[in-house]
């Protein structure tokens, strides 16, 4: 009688705990069909595709538009002098050459007239040196000497009548006298004529065109001289760009140390950035970038041009600077954002960065795929570059798997089992 309730105590807590282990064996049975997998059909997931592309990770940077170097000038007259007229304002665009001021040049315009009123007199006395006689002037002077020579005739035939008659007594030694002297100026202004003649078939004479030459050089001196001058009193552009300052207006005096404008090339700009020590660590020199101005959609492509790897130590950053492609104008002062290229991953697993979560056990990310029937296969991964909200992850495993579960992910992981790695 006391045995009896004893063995059936017994055997009541033996079916109770045969029971409790079945149960046990089942539930692991319906968590776990196979290793790898889980089995959860209450959960709700949502899937998104897998695709094999190129992923290309970004570090995103704002900063300003800077002058680039020696692309800004400060730019003063030569000389002292009054500002006579001041073409620009500041934000024109200006062309290499385009002249920008001027400093009264009254003076310095008459001395280049001047100068230029002495070269064309002392060409065209060049001209005539070199010239020679003209055929009108040898026909002037053989008439000349034609006359000349019947008045020494005329005069040598006087002296012969004279000496005549001085023989037999009519004519005076004072006729005499007269008669061959005026006989001796007839000779000698034939003598001058015929002179004139041989010089002018002779032609110029060098020492003539040598003076004249001497002139002319002596002229052309004193205008590149007086337009010196003149070019010292213009300020020119010296590149194409932007004025971004105006000092000084027309009426106002000025010497060489009194700064009239600014010009910045607008084409040698870059964007100055500032990057946090994180992101500094991912950006190189010759990284793409796309650059924004003033928030605008379009971009202009660019490369990073230095990073500074002196830290700010107020604002724990360092700067950056982008050179924006060839042809691009960019005006100093503007706001940028620039989008960097840091690495770019090839033919890539890119799944939603949401699809990854963290083995509890091994820390290690895994992605779930779908078997059907409320089953999922866990596929660890690792990951080879994040950028934004997707990730290129590489695995075996994932060969032929079209989707993962991005929402619901981490509702699986306490269901994971086995220490598969990829």
């Not at 024109?92 to 385009?98: L, S």
């Not at 009264?104 to 070199?130: F, G, H, S």
């Not at 000349?144 to 035939?157: F, H, N, Y």
């Amino acid at each position: 009688m006391i045995r009896t309730p004893l063995i059936a105590s017994l055997l009541a807590t033996s079916l109770l705990a045969g029971c409790g282990s079945k149960g046990a064996s089942d539930a692991h049975a319906q968590a776990s069909p196979s290793p790898g997998t889980v089995r959860r059909s209450g959960v709700a997931v949502r899937f998104a595709p897998v695709v094999r592309r190129t992923l290309s990770g970004t570090v995103i940077a704002s900063g300003e538009v800077i002058s680039g170097p020696d692309a800004e000038a400060n730019l003063a007259f030569p000389t002292a002098g009054q500002i006579s007229m001041v073409a620009v304002a500041v934000g024109d665009h200006v062309a290499q050459g385009e002249v920008l001021a001027r400093l009264d040049d009254r003076i310095a315009q008459r001395d280049i007239a001047q100068a230029t009123a002495d070269i064309n007199a002392a060409q065209a006395q060049l001209a005539k040196a070199k010239a020679g006689a003209r055929p009108q002037e040898l026909a002037q002077n053989r008439a000349l000497v034609g006359g000349a020579t019947a008045k020494a005739q005329a005069a040598q035939a006087e002296l012969s009548r004279q000496q005549s008659l001085a023989t037999v007594g009519i004519a005076s030694r004072r006729d005499v006298e007269q008669a061959r002297a005026a006989y001796a100026d007839a000779l000698a202004d034939l003598r001058d004529k015929q002179q004139a003649g041989s010089l002018l078939i002779a032609g110029p004479r060098p020492q003539d065109v040598a003076v004249a030459q001497a002139q002319l050089e002596q002229a052309l001196t004193a205008q590149a001289t007086a337009r010196t001058r003149a070019s010292l009193l213009t300020l020119t552009a010296p590149f194409s760009g932007v004025v971004t300052a105006r000092f000084k207006n027309p009426g106002e005096v000025v010497d060489s140390t009194t700064n009239i404008l600014t010009v910045v090339n607008s084409a040698e700009s870059l964007v100055d950035v500032r990057l946090s020590e994180d992101q500094a660590a991912l950006v190189s020199p010759g990284d793409p970038a796309r650059i924004a101005i003033n928030g605008a959609a379009a971009t202009i492509t660019g490369r990073v041009d230095t990073v500074n790897a002196a830290l700010d130590p107020t604002t724990r950053t360092l700067e950056a600077r982008i050179a924006p492609v060839a042809g691009s104008e960019l005006r100093p002062g503007a706001t940028a954002s620039a989008t960097i290229t840091v690495r770019t991953v090839e033919d890539a697993y890119v799944v939603p960065a949401a699809a990854l979560v963290r083995d509890p056990d091994t820390g290690k990310p895994l992605v779930f795929t779908s078997l059907g029937d409320g089953t999922y296969r866990r596929i660890p991964v690792r990951i080879v570059l994040q950028s934004g909200t997707y990730a290129a992850v590489q695995s075996s495993r994932l060969a032929g798997v079209s989707r993962v579960v991005t929402s619901g992910a981490y509702e699986l992981l306490p269901f994971a089992v086995g220490g598969d790695s990829s």
